[in-house]
């Protein structure tokens, strides 16, 4: 069908309720994508694929390390990139110890991104490249 995503593309949404269903017993958990940012996923694979990535290493590692009871993902079309952002209400460590696969994960993933701690817990915000045309943000 033409102006049909590519059906590879798709997988981030069903991908994303996987994660929903996994963590949804246990923490509360949000998931907002708008539609640029959702229409630019469906049209780059790639990006689809890192950007699933992105988010189950952010709620997993929220819950897993910071014990947190709620994480919002949100994401949004910026410019040639989607921004990601996944906060959480976990505590805070004072000794994050030695980056690992998630860290290289992410390096490989994302044009940039950073994991700050944040008076209600933490917040990784990410970039991730997308192809095709650029959309306003």
């Not at 690992?100 to 990784?124: F, K």
């Given at each position: 069908?033409?102006?049909?995503?590519?059906a590879?593309?798709?997988?981030?949404?069903?991908?994303?309720?996987?994660?929903?269903?996994?963590?949804?017993?246990s923490?509360?958990?949000?998931l907002?994508?708008?539609?640029?940012?959702?229409?630019?996923l469906?049209q780059?694979?790639?990006?689809?694929?890192?950007?699933?990535?992105?988010?189950r290493?952010?709620?997993?590692?929220?819950?897993?390390?910071?014990?947190?009871?709620?994480?919002?993902?949100?994401?949004?079309r910026?410019?040639?990139?989607?921004?990601?952002?996944?906060?959480?209400?976990?505590?805070?460590?004072?000794?994050?110890?030695?980056?690992?696969l998630g860290?290289?994960?992410?390096?490989?993933?994302?044009?940039?991104w950073?994991?700050d701690?944040?008076?209600?817990?933490?917040r990784?915000?990410a970039?991730?490249p997308?192809?095709?045309?650029?959309?306003a943000?």
């Amino acid at each position: 069908d033409a102006g049909k995503p590519p059906a590879e593309a798709r997988v981030w949404r069903a991908t994303l309720e996987r994660v929903r269903s996994v963590w949804d017993y246990s923490i509360h958990l949000v998931l907002v994508v708008d539609d640029a940012a959702g229409r630019a996923l469906d049209q780059d694979p790639l990006a689809a694929r890192a950007f699933t990535e992105v988010v189950r290493e952010g709620v997993t590692n929220a819950v897993r390390h910071a014990d947190a009871t709620r994480v919002d993902v949100r994401a949004h079309r910026h410019g040639d990139c989607v921004a990601v952002t996944v906060e959480d209400n976990g505590r805070v460590q004072d000794d994050a110890g030695a980056p690992g696969l998630g860290s290289q994960m992410m390096d490989a993933a994302c044009l940039a991104w950073r994991l700050d701690a944040v008076a209600t817990g933490h917040r990784l915000t990410a970039s991730i490249p997308v192809a095709g045309e650029h959309d306003a943000a």
